[in-house]
């Protein structure tokens, strides 16, 4: 990318009477739930899409892919209830969320009980709507890719029988393993879309070409059902509340393509892959056992994660493994973890020359390394093994063993919500206090732009939220504006600033913006009046608070339980028990 099925068996029909119309009406005030509203907005906007979209997410909220791993006892409305609850409400937007209900679902079963209640509705409604079955694919599917192979774009058209027509980008990334990372569709033709992000190609290094559309279906498929093997999920402002709109437009490509299979990589395989290494230009300094074995941790980390190539490298996936997937998996003497950098940046000079990679890459992916290596110092030198030591001491405590492996994994997941296993292993679920704004530390002359943000952020979280939002809000300001002070003197829009702020906070509760949320992220933005994303302004102002920005495999990690409502505490609190008490 540029730097930029479901449901339940069939139950009985009740037997339904023909009533004056009057009398049908349900009297619980469906009308004024804000699940009506949605509808009835989408069905009246005369942009097939706003109905289209609204339809997606509810199917995605009742997708069994969702459920929570870690909480067995979940009771979660699946899509037989939702079905069931529009048909007890025959009102016209239930009718028309029947419609797309019917064209998106792959039940079979499901769809046949749509039809038979379609049957009895007589609401006017578009064409479109009504034949959406009849939609059809643009005969052309456009591939975008870059040289460094941190992913894929995707690019697919339909048109509806009205003939509006429909586009979808679908991100796939291979540096977390070939799973869709982002998604998005708009209300215009395949080839505008294709426009669009062509304009984006600035160099030769990135290319936008057609491709087969049964394989690029095959890669993309292949790609959500290995995304969703991830916990938490992967979250964008689209992704993954489009994926039943993106996937029903799937089914209309051919079949009996190919997604290329990940390799599995022997070790003498990577052995020759090493020795050829030692043995170049860029690796004959380095030969010596100790980075030998270093080496064998980086190219367990090429082959069994990130792209699955060792020879491809980026900036990204300098940042994975530096940041993150090292000092977590690798637990050695600080003196030994430090010869790291120097052995990266000679390996990915042998890789970049191997596969013949522009220089101005190279460069690029050099600095990377030079970017997060003060960050990986400081944590190879952390406590992170006294923290691994008490946490082993506290599964042993539980006398269970057999799902260590998994139990460690699942708390230095969620660890990074609050920073660290101590942490986590202290966590509280007390109410956030409701307090002001810290104005200690902040520059006078940048006082008025906060005071602008901070303005809006307390009418979002008092109008959208609680108290505990709005004082996590003014603690995240506060400590952006205290650590990076040139950010706010820039000239940018408040109302920007504001919305960044909010949804950088309720995506880390998973209060909104991510698929357990009953606010989308759309809903969040259209508070401050924005369509769009703010999710570049996010992570400025993220980095200005000295967050990381890196959302390998989740939506966004705080990492402090000072931002955290008691809401999201009390979760990561239960999943932290749940862990320990399996472990």
């Not at 003498?268 to 941790?297: I, M, N």
């Not at 007390?430 to 009418?459: M, N, S």
């Not at 980095?543 to 990690?557: C, D, F, K, N, V």
Request: net charge negative; glycine share 8%.
């Amino acid at each position: 990318m540029p730097k930029k099925k479901h449901g339940r068996v069939q139950g009985h029909q009740p037997q339904r009477r023909r009533q004056p119309a009057a009398q049908t009406r349900p009297g619980h005030g469906a009308e004024d739930q804000d699940l009506f509203q949605s509808l009835r907005r989408g069905l009246r906007s005369g942009d097939p899409l706003d109905l289209l979209a609204v339809v997606s997410g509810l199917l995605e909220v009742t997708d069994p892919r969702n459920r929570d791993p870690f909480a067995v006892k979940e009771q979660r409305p699946g899509l037989g209830d939702l079905v069931e609850s529009f048909v007890g409400t025959p009102y016209a937007e239930t009718t028309a969320a029947l419609f797309v209900i019917r064209a998106l679902t792959t039940d079979e079963v499901m769809a046949a009980r749509i039809s038979r209640e379609l049957e009895t509705r007589r609401h006017p409604l578009p064409s479109w709507l009504t034949c959406l079955d009849q939609a059809r694919l643009d005969p052309d599917v456009w591939f975008m890719t870059h040289v460094l192979g941190d992913g894929d774009d995707y690019l697919i058209g339909v048109t509806l029988p009205s003939g509006e027509q429909l586009s979808a980008l679908v991100y796939v990334d291979h540096n977390l393993g070939t799973v869709v990372k982002d998604a998005f569709v708009v209300p215009e033709p395949l080839e505008d879309l294709a426009i669009k992000m062509g304009t984006l190609i600035d160099d030769a290094d990135q290319s936008l070409t057609r491709t087969d559309p049964a394989t690029a279906r095959a890669v993309i498929e292949a790609a959500i059902s290995s995304g969703a093997q991830l916990y938490p999920p992967l979250t964008s402002d689209g992704w993954p509340m489009c994926r039943p709109l993106v996937e029903w437009m799937l089914r209309m490509m051919p079949a009996g393509g190919a997604a290329p299979d990940w390799k599995e990589w022997s070790a003498e395989e990577t052995t020759a892959v090493a020795a050829e290494f030692f043995a170049s230009r860029f690796g004959a300094a380095f030969d010596d056992d100790e980075r030998r074995t270093l080496l064998e941790s980086v190219l367990w980390f090429c082959t069994g994660y990130a792209t699955g190539d060792p020879w491809r490298w980026s900036p990204v996936t300098v940042e994975m493994l530096l940041a993150d997937w090292f000092p977590r998996k690798v637990i050695a003497e600080p003196s030994y973890l430090a010869k790291l950098p120097d052995l990266v940046r000679a390996y990915i000079r042998y890789c970049h020359d191997r596969n013949d990679i522009r220089a101005d890459l190279t460069t690029e992916t050099l600095a990377a390394v030079d970017q997060h290596e003060p960050e990986y110092a400081q944590l190879i030198h952390s406590d992170r093994q006294q923290a691994m030591a008490g946490l082993a001491e506290a599964l042993l405590a539980t006398e269970r063993l057999g799902g260590l492996s998994d139990s460690e994994w699942t708390l230095e997941y969620i660890a990074r919500d609050v920073g660290g296993l101590d942490t986590l292993m202290v966590l509280d679920d007390l109410p956030l206090p409701d307090e002001t704004l810290d104005w200690q530390g902040i520059p006078e002359e940048i006082r008025p732009a906060v005071g602008a943000i901070l303005e809006l952020c307390d009418g979002c979280a008092e109008e959208l939220f609680d108290v505990e939002h709005r004082t996590a809000m003014r603690r995240f300001l506060s400590r952006a504006a205290r650590n990076d002070p040139k950010v706010f003197a820039r000239k940018g829009s408040p109302v920007r600033g504001a919305a960044a702020v909010a949804w950088v906070i309720t995506t880390g509760n998973r209060t909104a913006g991510v698929w357990s949320a009953a606010l989308t992220a759309k809903d969040l933005l259209a508070h401050f009046g924005i369509n769009g994303s703010v999710s570049d302004r996010a992570g400025t102002l993220m980095r200005a608070a000295g967050m990381s920005t890196r959302h390998a495999t989740s939506s966004i990690e705080l990492g402090d339980p000072g931002l955290l409502v008691s809401a999201r505490r009390k979760k990561l609190m239960e999943t932290r028990d749940n862990a320990l008490a399996n472990g």
